[in-house]
């Protein structure tokens, strides 16, 4: 198990509770790899060097994982498919 920081770039019109669901879904994705989500920070709503989908802002969201190497291709691919995340990194913490 190696540890991981992924950032994801949210949409910023959505709502508290869209913005809570899709966490949750990300918790559930690492889960079902049998990772842990360590820490979850909120960045909140920021204004972004340049437009991403005709949106100046977007709201931030830090995650620090704990997951297998394997489980991270099945991560990106459904943070990829999921059209309410603007934008996401996943690194490796050394």
Not at 16 to 39: F, H, L, P, Q, S
Request: charged share 25%; with cysteine.
């Amino acid at each position: 198990m190696r540890k991981y920081e992924l950032v994801c770039l949210i949409q910023p019109d959505l709502d508290e509770t869209a913005v809570n669901g899709i966490i949750d879904r990300v918790k559930g994705w690492v889960a079902d790899g049998g990772g842990t989500v360590d820490k979850i920070d909120m960045w909140g709503k920021r204004r972004m060097a340049y437009v991403i989908r005709k949106q100046r802002e977007g709201n931030y969201v830090l995650f620090n994982l704990t997951m297998s190497p394997t489980t991270t291709a099945a991560l990106e691919q459904n943070l990829g498919y999921t059209e309410t995340i603007m934008r996401h990194m996943i690194t490796l913490v050394v």
